[in-house]
């Protein structure tokens, strides 16, 4: 059974950082991508940041510079390093195995975590 925990949101002022974890576990972990993915209030889901089974990254353009996306594989975790927080970043924050797709990187679980809440004020 799939299951994905993440952790390290809160509420930070805009220019500062914060770390979000997530734990997997149900699946082969080191195989895939795993993603970021982040929604915020009246808003759908998006992407935010993807890590390859290899090591090869991408972001979205609002994240670009700012965020880092890394992997441990022997502890099946996948961390967001967030710096320059900006009050847009606000959202509920959550991992996903990620796959690529044409338009872009998608998830691939039905079944989402609870999310970290991650707030920036300005």
């Known amino acids: 059974q799939v299951q994905l925990v993440e952790s390290g949101g809160g509420l930070v002022q805009a220019g500062g950082s914060l770390r979000l974890s997530c734990a997997a576990s149900g699946f082969v972990f080191s195989n895939y991508a795993m993603g970021w993915f982040r929604q915020a209030p009246g808003k759908e889901r998006e992407f935010v940041a993807a890590?390859?089974?290899?090591?090869?990254?991408d972001y979205a353009d609002s994240v670009k510079g700012r965020f880092t996306i890394s992997r441990n594989n022997a502890k099946n975790t996948v961390t967001l390093q967030m710096n320059s927080l900006k009050p847009e970043d606000t959202a509920v924050y959550y991992c996903?195995?990620?796959?690529?797709?044409?338009?872009?990187?998608?998830?691939?679980?039905?079944?989402w975590g609870q999310g970290t809440q991650v707030t920036v004020s300005s």
């Open positions: 996903n195995r990620a796959q690529r797709r044409a338009t872009g990187w998608d998830p691939v679980f039905d079944n």
């Open positions: 890590i390859t089974w290899n090591d090869i990254t």
